[in-house]
């Protein structure tokens, strides 16, 4: 078997050297064919278009980001944008593109594709942030986008999103039918490439200034920000695209006390001052929280390369600064954000949040407490979006969240959105700071009110095709085998997002879900604990995610709280014998 891969990865690779590709990548081949291990990772497979896009190491070869591979995934988008829009006569993308080696080469090569293809093309100047690209796409009326950027991945790694007329990324149909259009591409001569002159127009910082305006008018508490104008705040883009819009949408929307890690205030993609760019990582905010300590911040913000999670350290009882996890933050928009809406007499009724089924159950007993309704959907944010947009017209999207540190404010972004996050995550801060708090008391105060919820997540790296083989098998046994009770507490129901069937054990009763299917299975025990159990779609993992509950009668017992339950998901992981 590896001979006849070997065999394919060499005949693949000679082809690379033909006329059709540049000098340098030809010298690249020829060291290639000379080391068969490298070879056959550059070319005995092909970098797979999923239903997110691309996503791989950038080099030479079939199964590495490069110009070429990019150019073929482009050519199969147009395709399959013309086959969705025949009778469109203009046709309109965007494209954006990070802080990452290649980035902005990979960025001109889609323009320039999508040009020849016929396009209306509008390319960012400069690096921005995602988000800003679904807005891009929505304000400018385009049939898609695509930004180019590995998310928070390490720096070897590039990547491709496509997004659809809504500015959110591909959702079914679509995405399967791209993909289906993308590996119809069978050769480089598949691709055009002489572009139309005057068809690609740059965009530049006065666009940036419609996108900031949105996140302004978005504002909740213009007047209590006044008061609080001097909020000291620390920021860090860690070497990404947040490093101009976050700053700017701070100060104007009043903020005026902010301090930028100036270590990682210099967008590059080779991210030096850190092992991995995200955020959600102490070890990424490790500066920040040097010159939080120094300078007494009350805040520390931090955004991955392309700016669309945020990640966020507060001060705690004793003065020390602390890592919120993605669920907590969501916790504290969402309860700040309906509290606002309340107090500004804007809730109607038709009002509505969203949240993945893998994020905090906190969030849905916030909803219902201000009587808003709220929506679970699979893991991703395109799912956030698709909600977003069946609603439109109909019913007033107010925020949604995701445990991976994504979250989304207003509905005129249809991706995760740091930039707004991150003002309006100081505007949460203003108006605790204004009632004599921090977060991290209004956090307690949310406990105390509603119950403590404590999450976590264990994912177990499995590599390889035995690892595969290893998870799937993981899958299968939970899924035919399921455990009847979870550290000592009856499992009451099941939900089996692949075979769409929710199981009540209480009753043995069962009824369809309504979701796309999903390889993801849920079990919810009698005392509220939730256990969703799902392998990762970027990496060679299968991931464990742990929600459990207890009341917090005062703020005075939230520590012992706090390790009530940390040791209860130590007695669910053994219960489950996953370690």
């Known amino acids: 078997m590896t001979d006849n891969r070997l065999e394919r990865a060499t005949q693949k690779a000679e082809k690379w050297l033909e006329n059709s590709f540049d000098n340098e990548t030809s010298a690249s081949v020829k060291e290639l064919l000379n080391n068969p291990k490298e070879l056959m990772e550059a070319f005995a497979d092909d970098l797979e278009f999923g239903t997110g896009g691309l996503r791989g190491i950038m080099g030479v070869g079939t199964n ?21 829009f ?38 960012f100047e400069s690096l921005r942030p995602t988000p800003e690209l679904s807005y891009a796409v929505r304000n400018l009326k385009c049939v898609g986008g695509v930004v180019i950027t590995a998310s928070h991945n390490p720096k070897e790694y590039n990547g491709y999103k496509a997004y659809w007329t809504d500015g959110g990324q591909l959702v079914p149909p679509h995405d399967k ?65 947040g490093v101009d819009l976050v700053p700017l949408a701070l100060k104007k929307i ?53 700016a669309d999670r945020v990640g966020v350290a507060v001060k705690n009882n004793n003065g020390e600064h602390v890592l919120l996890n993605g669920n907590q933050t ?49 893991t991703g944010f395109k799912y956030i979006a698709e909600i977003i947009r069946e609603n439109e017209g109909k019913k007033k999207y107010i925020c949604g969240g995701e445990e991976s540190y994504g979250f989304l404010v207003g509905d005129y972004v249809r991706d995760k959105d740091a930039v707004s996050a991150c003002a309006m995550i100081a505007e949460c801060a203003a108006w605790a700071k204004d009632n004599g708090k921090t977060l991290y008391n209004l956090l307690i105060d949310i406990y105390c009110k509603y119950g403590f919820y404590k999450e976590s997540l264990l994912s177990i790296t499995k590599k390889g ?13 939970f899924r035919q085998n399921p455990p009847m009770e979870i550290a000592g507490s009856k499992v009451s129901c099941m939900r089996d997002y692949l075979l769409q069937i929710d199981h009540d054990f209480t009753n043995n009763s ?34 464990f995610y742990f929600g459990v509950k207890e009341g917090l009668s005062s ?22 014998k996953i370690q």
């Open 465 to 477: 095709n035995e690892g595969q083989e290893e998870i799937k098998k993981m899958m299968k046994t």
């Open 177 to 241: 039918n791209v993909i289906n259009e993308v590996i119809a591409i069978k050769s480089f001569a598949d691709v055009k490439n002489i572009v139309i002159e005057g068809s690609i127009t740059m965009l530049d910082k006065e666009f940036d200034e419609l996108y900031l305006n949105e996140i302004v008018k978005g504002s909740l508490s213009p007047e209590l920000i006044k008061n609080n104008s001097d909020l000291n705040i620390v920021y860090t883009p860690i070497h990404g695209s």
């Open 254 to 306: 009043g903020f005026t006390n902010i301090n930028i890690v100036k270590e990682q205030s210099n967008p590059d993609g080779d991210f030096p001052t850190v092992k991995s760019p995200n955020p959600e990582e102490k070890a990424a905010l490790t500066l920040a929280l040097e010159m939080a300590k120094k300078t007494n911040a009350d805040l520390i913000l931090a955004t991955d390369p392309d």
């Open 330 to 378: 969501a916790s504290l928009l969402t309860f700040y954000m309906l509290s606002k809406f309340k107090e500004n007499h804007l809730l109607k009724g038709n009002e509505y949040i969203v949240k993945t089924i893998v994020t905090t159950e906190l969030l849905a007993s916030i909803a219902n407490d201000f009587n808003v309704e709220y929506f679970d959907v699979l």
């Open 64 to 84: 590495r980001m490069n110009i070429y591979t990019v150019q073929m995934a482009t050519q199969g988008f147009s395709n399959y944008i013309n086959k969705a």
């Open 555 to 576: 703020p005075a017992k939230f520590d012992e709280v706090n390790i009530k339950l940390d040791l209860k998901i130590e007695k669910i992981i053994a219960s489950l």
């Open 510 to 543: 069962k009824k369809s879900i309504d979701q796309p299917k999903s390889d993801v299975l849920q079990f919810i025990t009698a005392d509220g604990s939730v256990i969703s159990i799902r392998p990762s779609g970027t990496e060679p993992k299968i991931k």
């Open 86 to 123: 025949p009778k469109q006569k203009e046709l309109k993308v965007a494209i954006a593109f990070d802080s990452r080696n290649n980035s902005k080469l990979f960025a001109q090569t889609t323009a320039n594709v999508f040009s020849a293809n016929g396009f209306k093309v509008y390319l």
